[in-house]
């Protein structure tokens, strides 16, 4: 099981950055890939960043250049370092842990972008 937890949502003025981590109950190594999701009201859940087990990364093209994500396996935690933040990047981030038939998710963590 690799249970994730988030953390370090909240409140940053336009222009301005957060961390976000998830802390897994398990190794990340056992998982296929950790992915940072998000999700406005009324609006789609949707993919932001995603890294394999072996370092592969991808983005979506809405934050590619100012998001990055990265992990320590040692901690089993993964983060989406976000810079350069919008209006439109308000939403719940979840962290999601998969492998071939099975996935986590986390309870997510509210971002809110707002002067």
């Known amino acids: 099981q690799v249970q994730p937890v988030e953390s370090g949502g909240g409140l940053v003025q336009p222009g301005g950055s957060l961390r976000l981590s998830c802390l897994a109950s398990?190794?990340?190594?056992?998982?296929?890939?950790m992915d940072w999701y998000r999700q406005a009201p009324g609006k789609q859940r949707e993919m932001v960043a995603r890294?394999?087990?072996?370092?592969?990364?991808d983005y979506a093209d809405s934050v590619k250049g100012r998001f990055a994500i990265s992990r320590d396996s040692a901690k089993n935690t993964v983060y989406l370092q976000m810079n350069s933040l919008k209006p439109e990047d308000t939403a719940v981030y979840y962290c999601?842990?998969?492998?071939?038939?099975?996935?986590?998710w986390g309870q997510g963590t509210q971002v809110t972008v707002s002067s």
């Open positions: 999601n842990a998969n492998g071939w038939d099975w996935e986590y």
């Open positions: 398990g190794s990340i190594d056992s998982a296929n890939s």
């Open positions: 890294i394999t087990r072996t370092g592969k990364t």
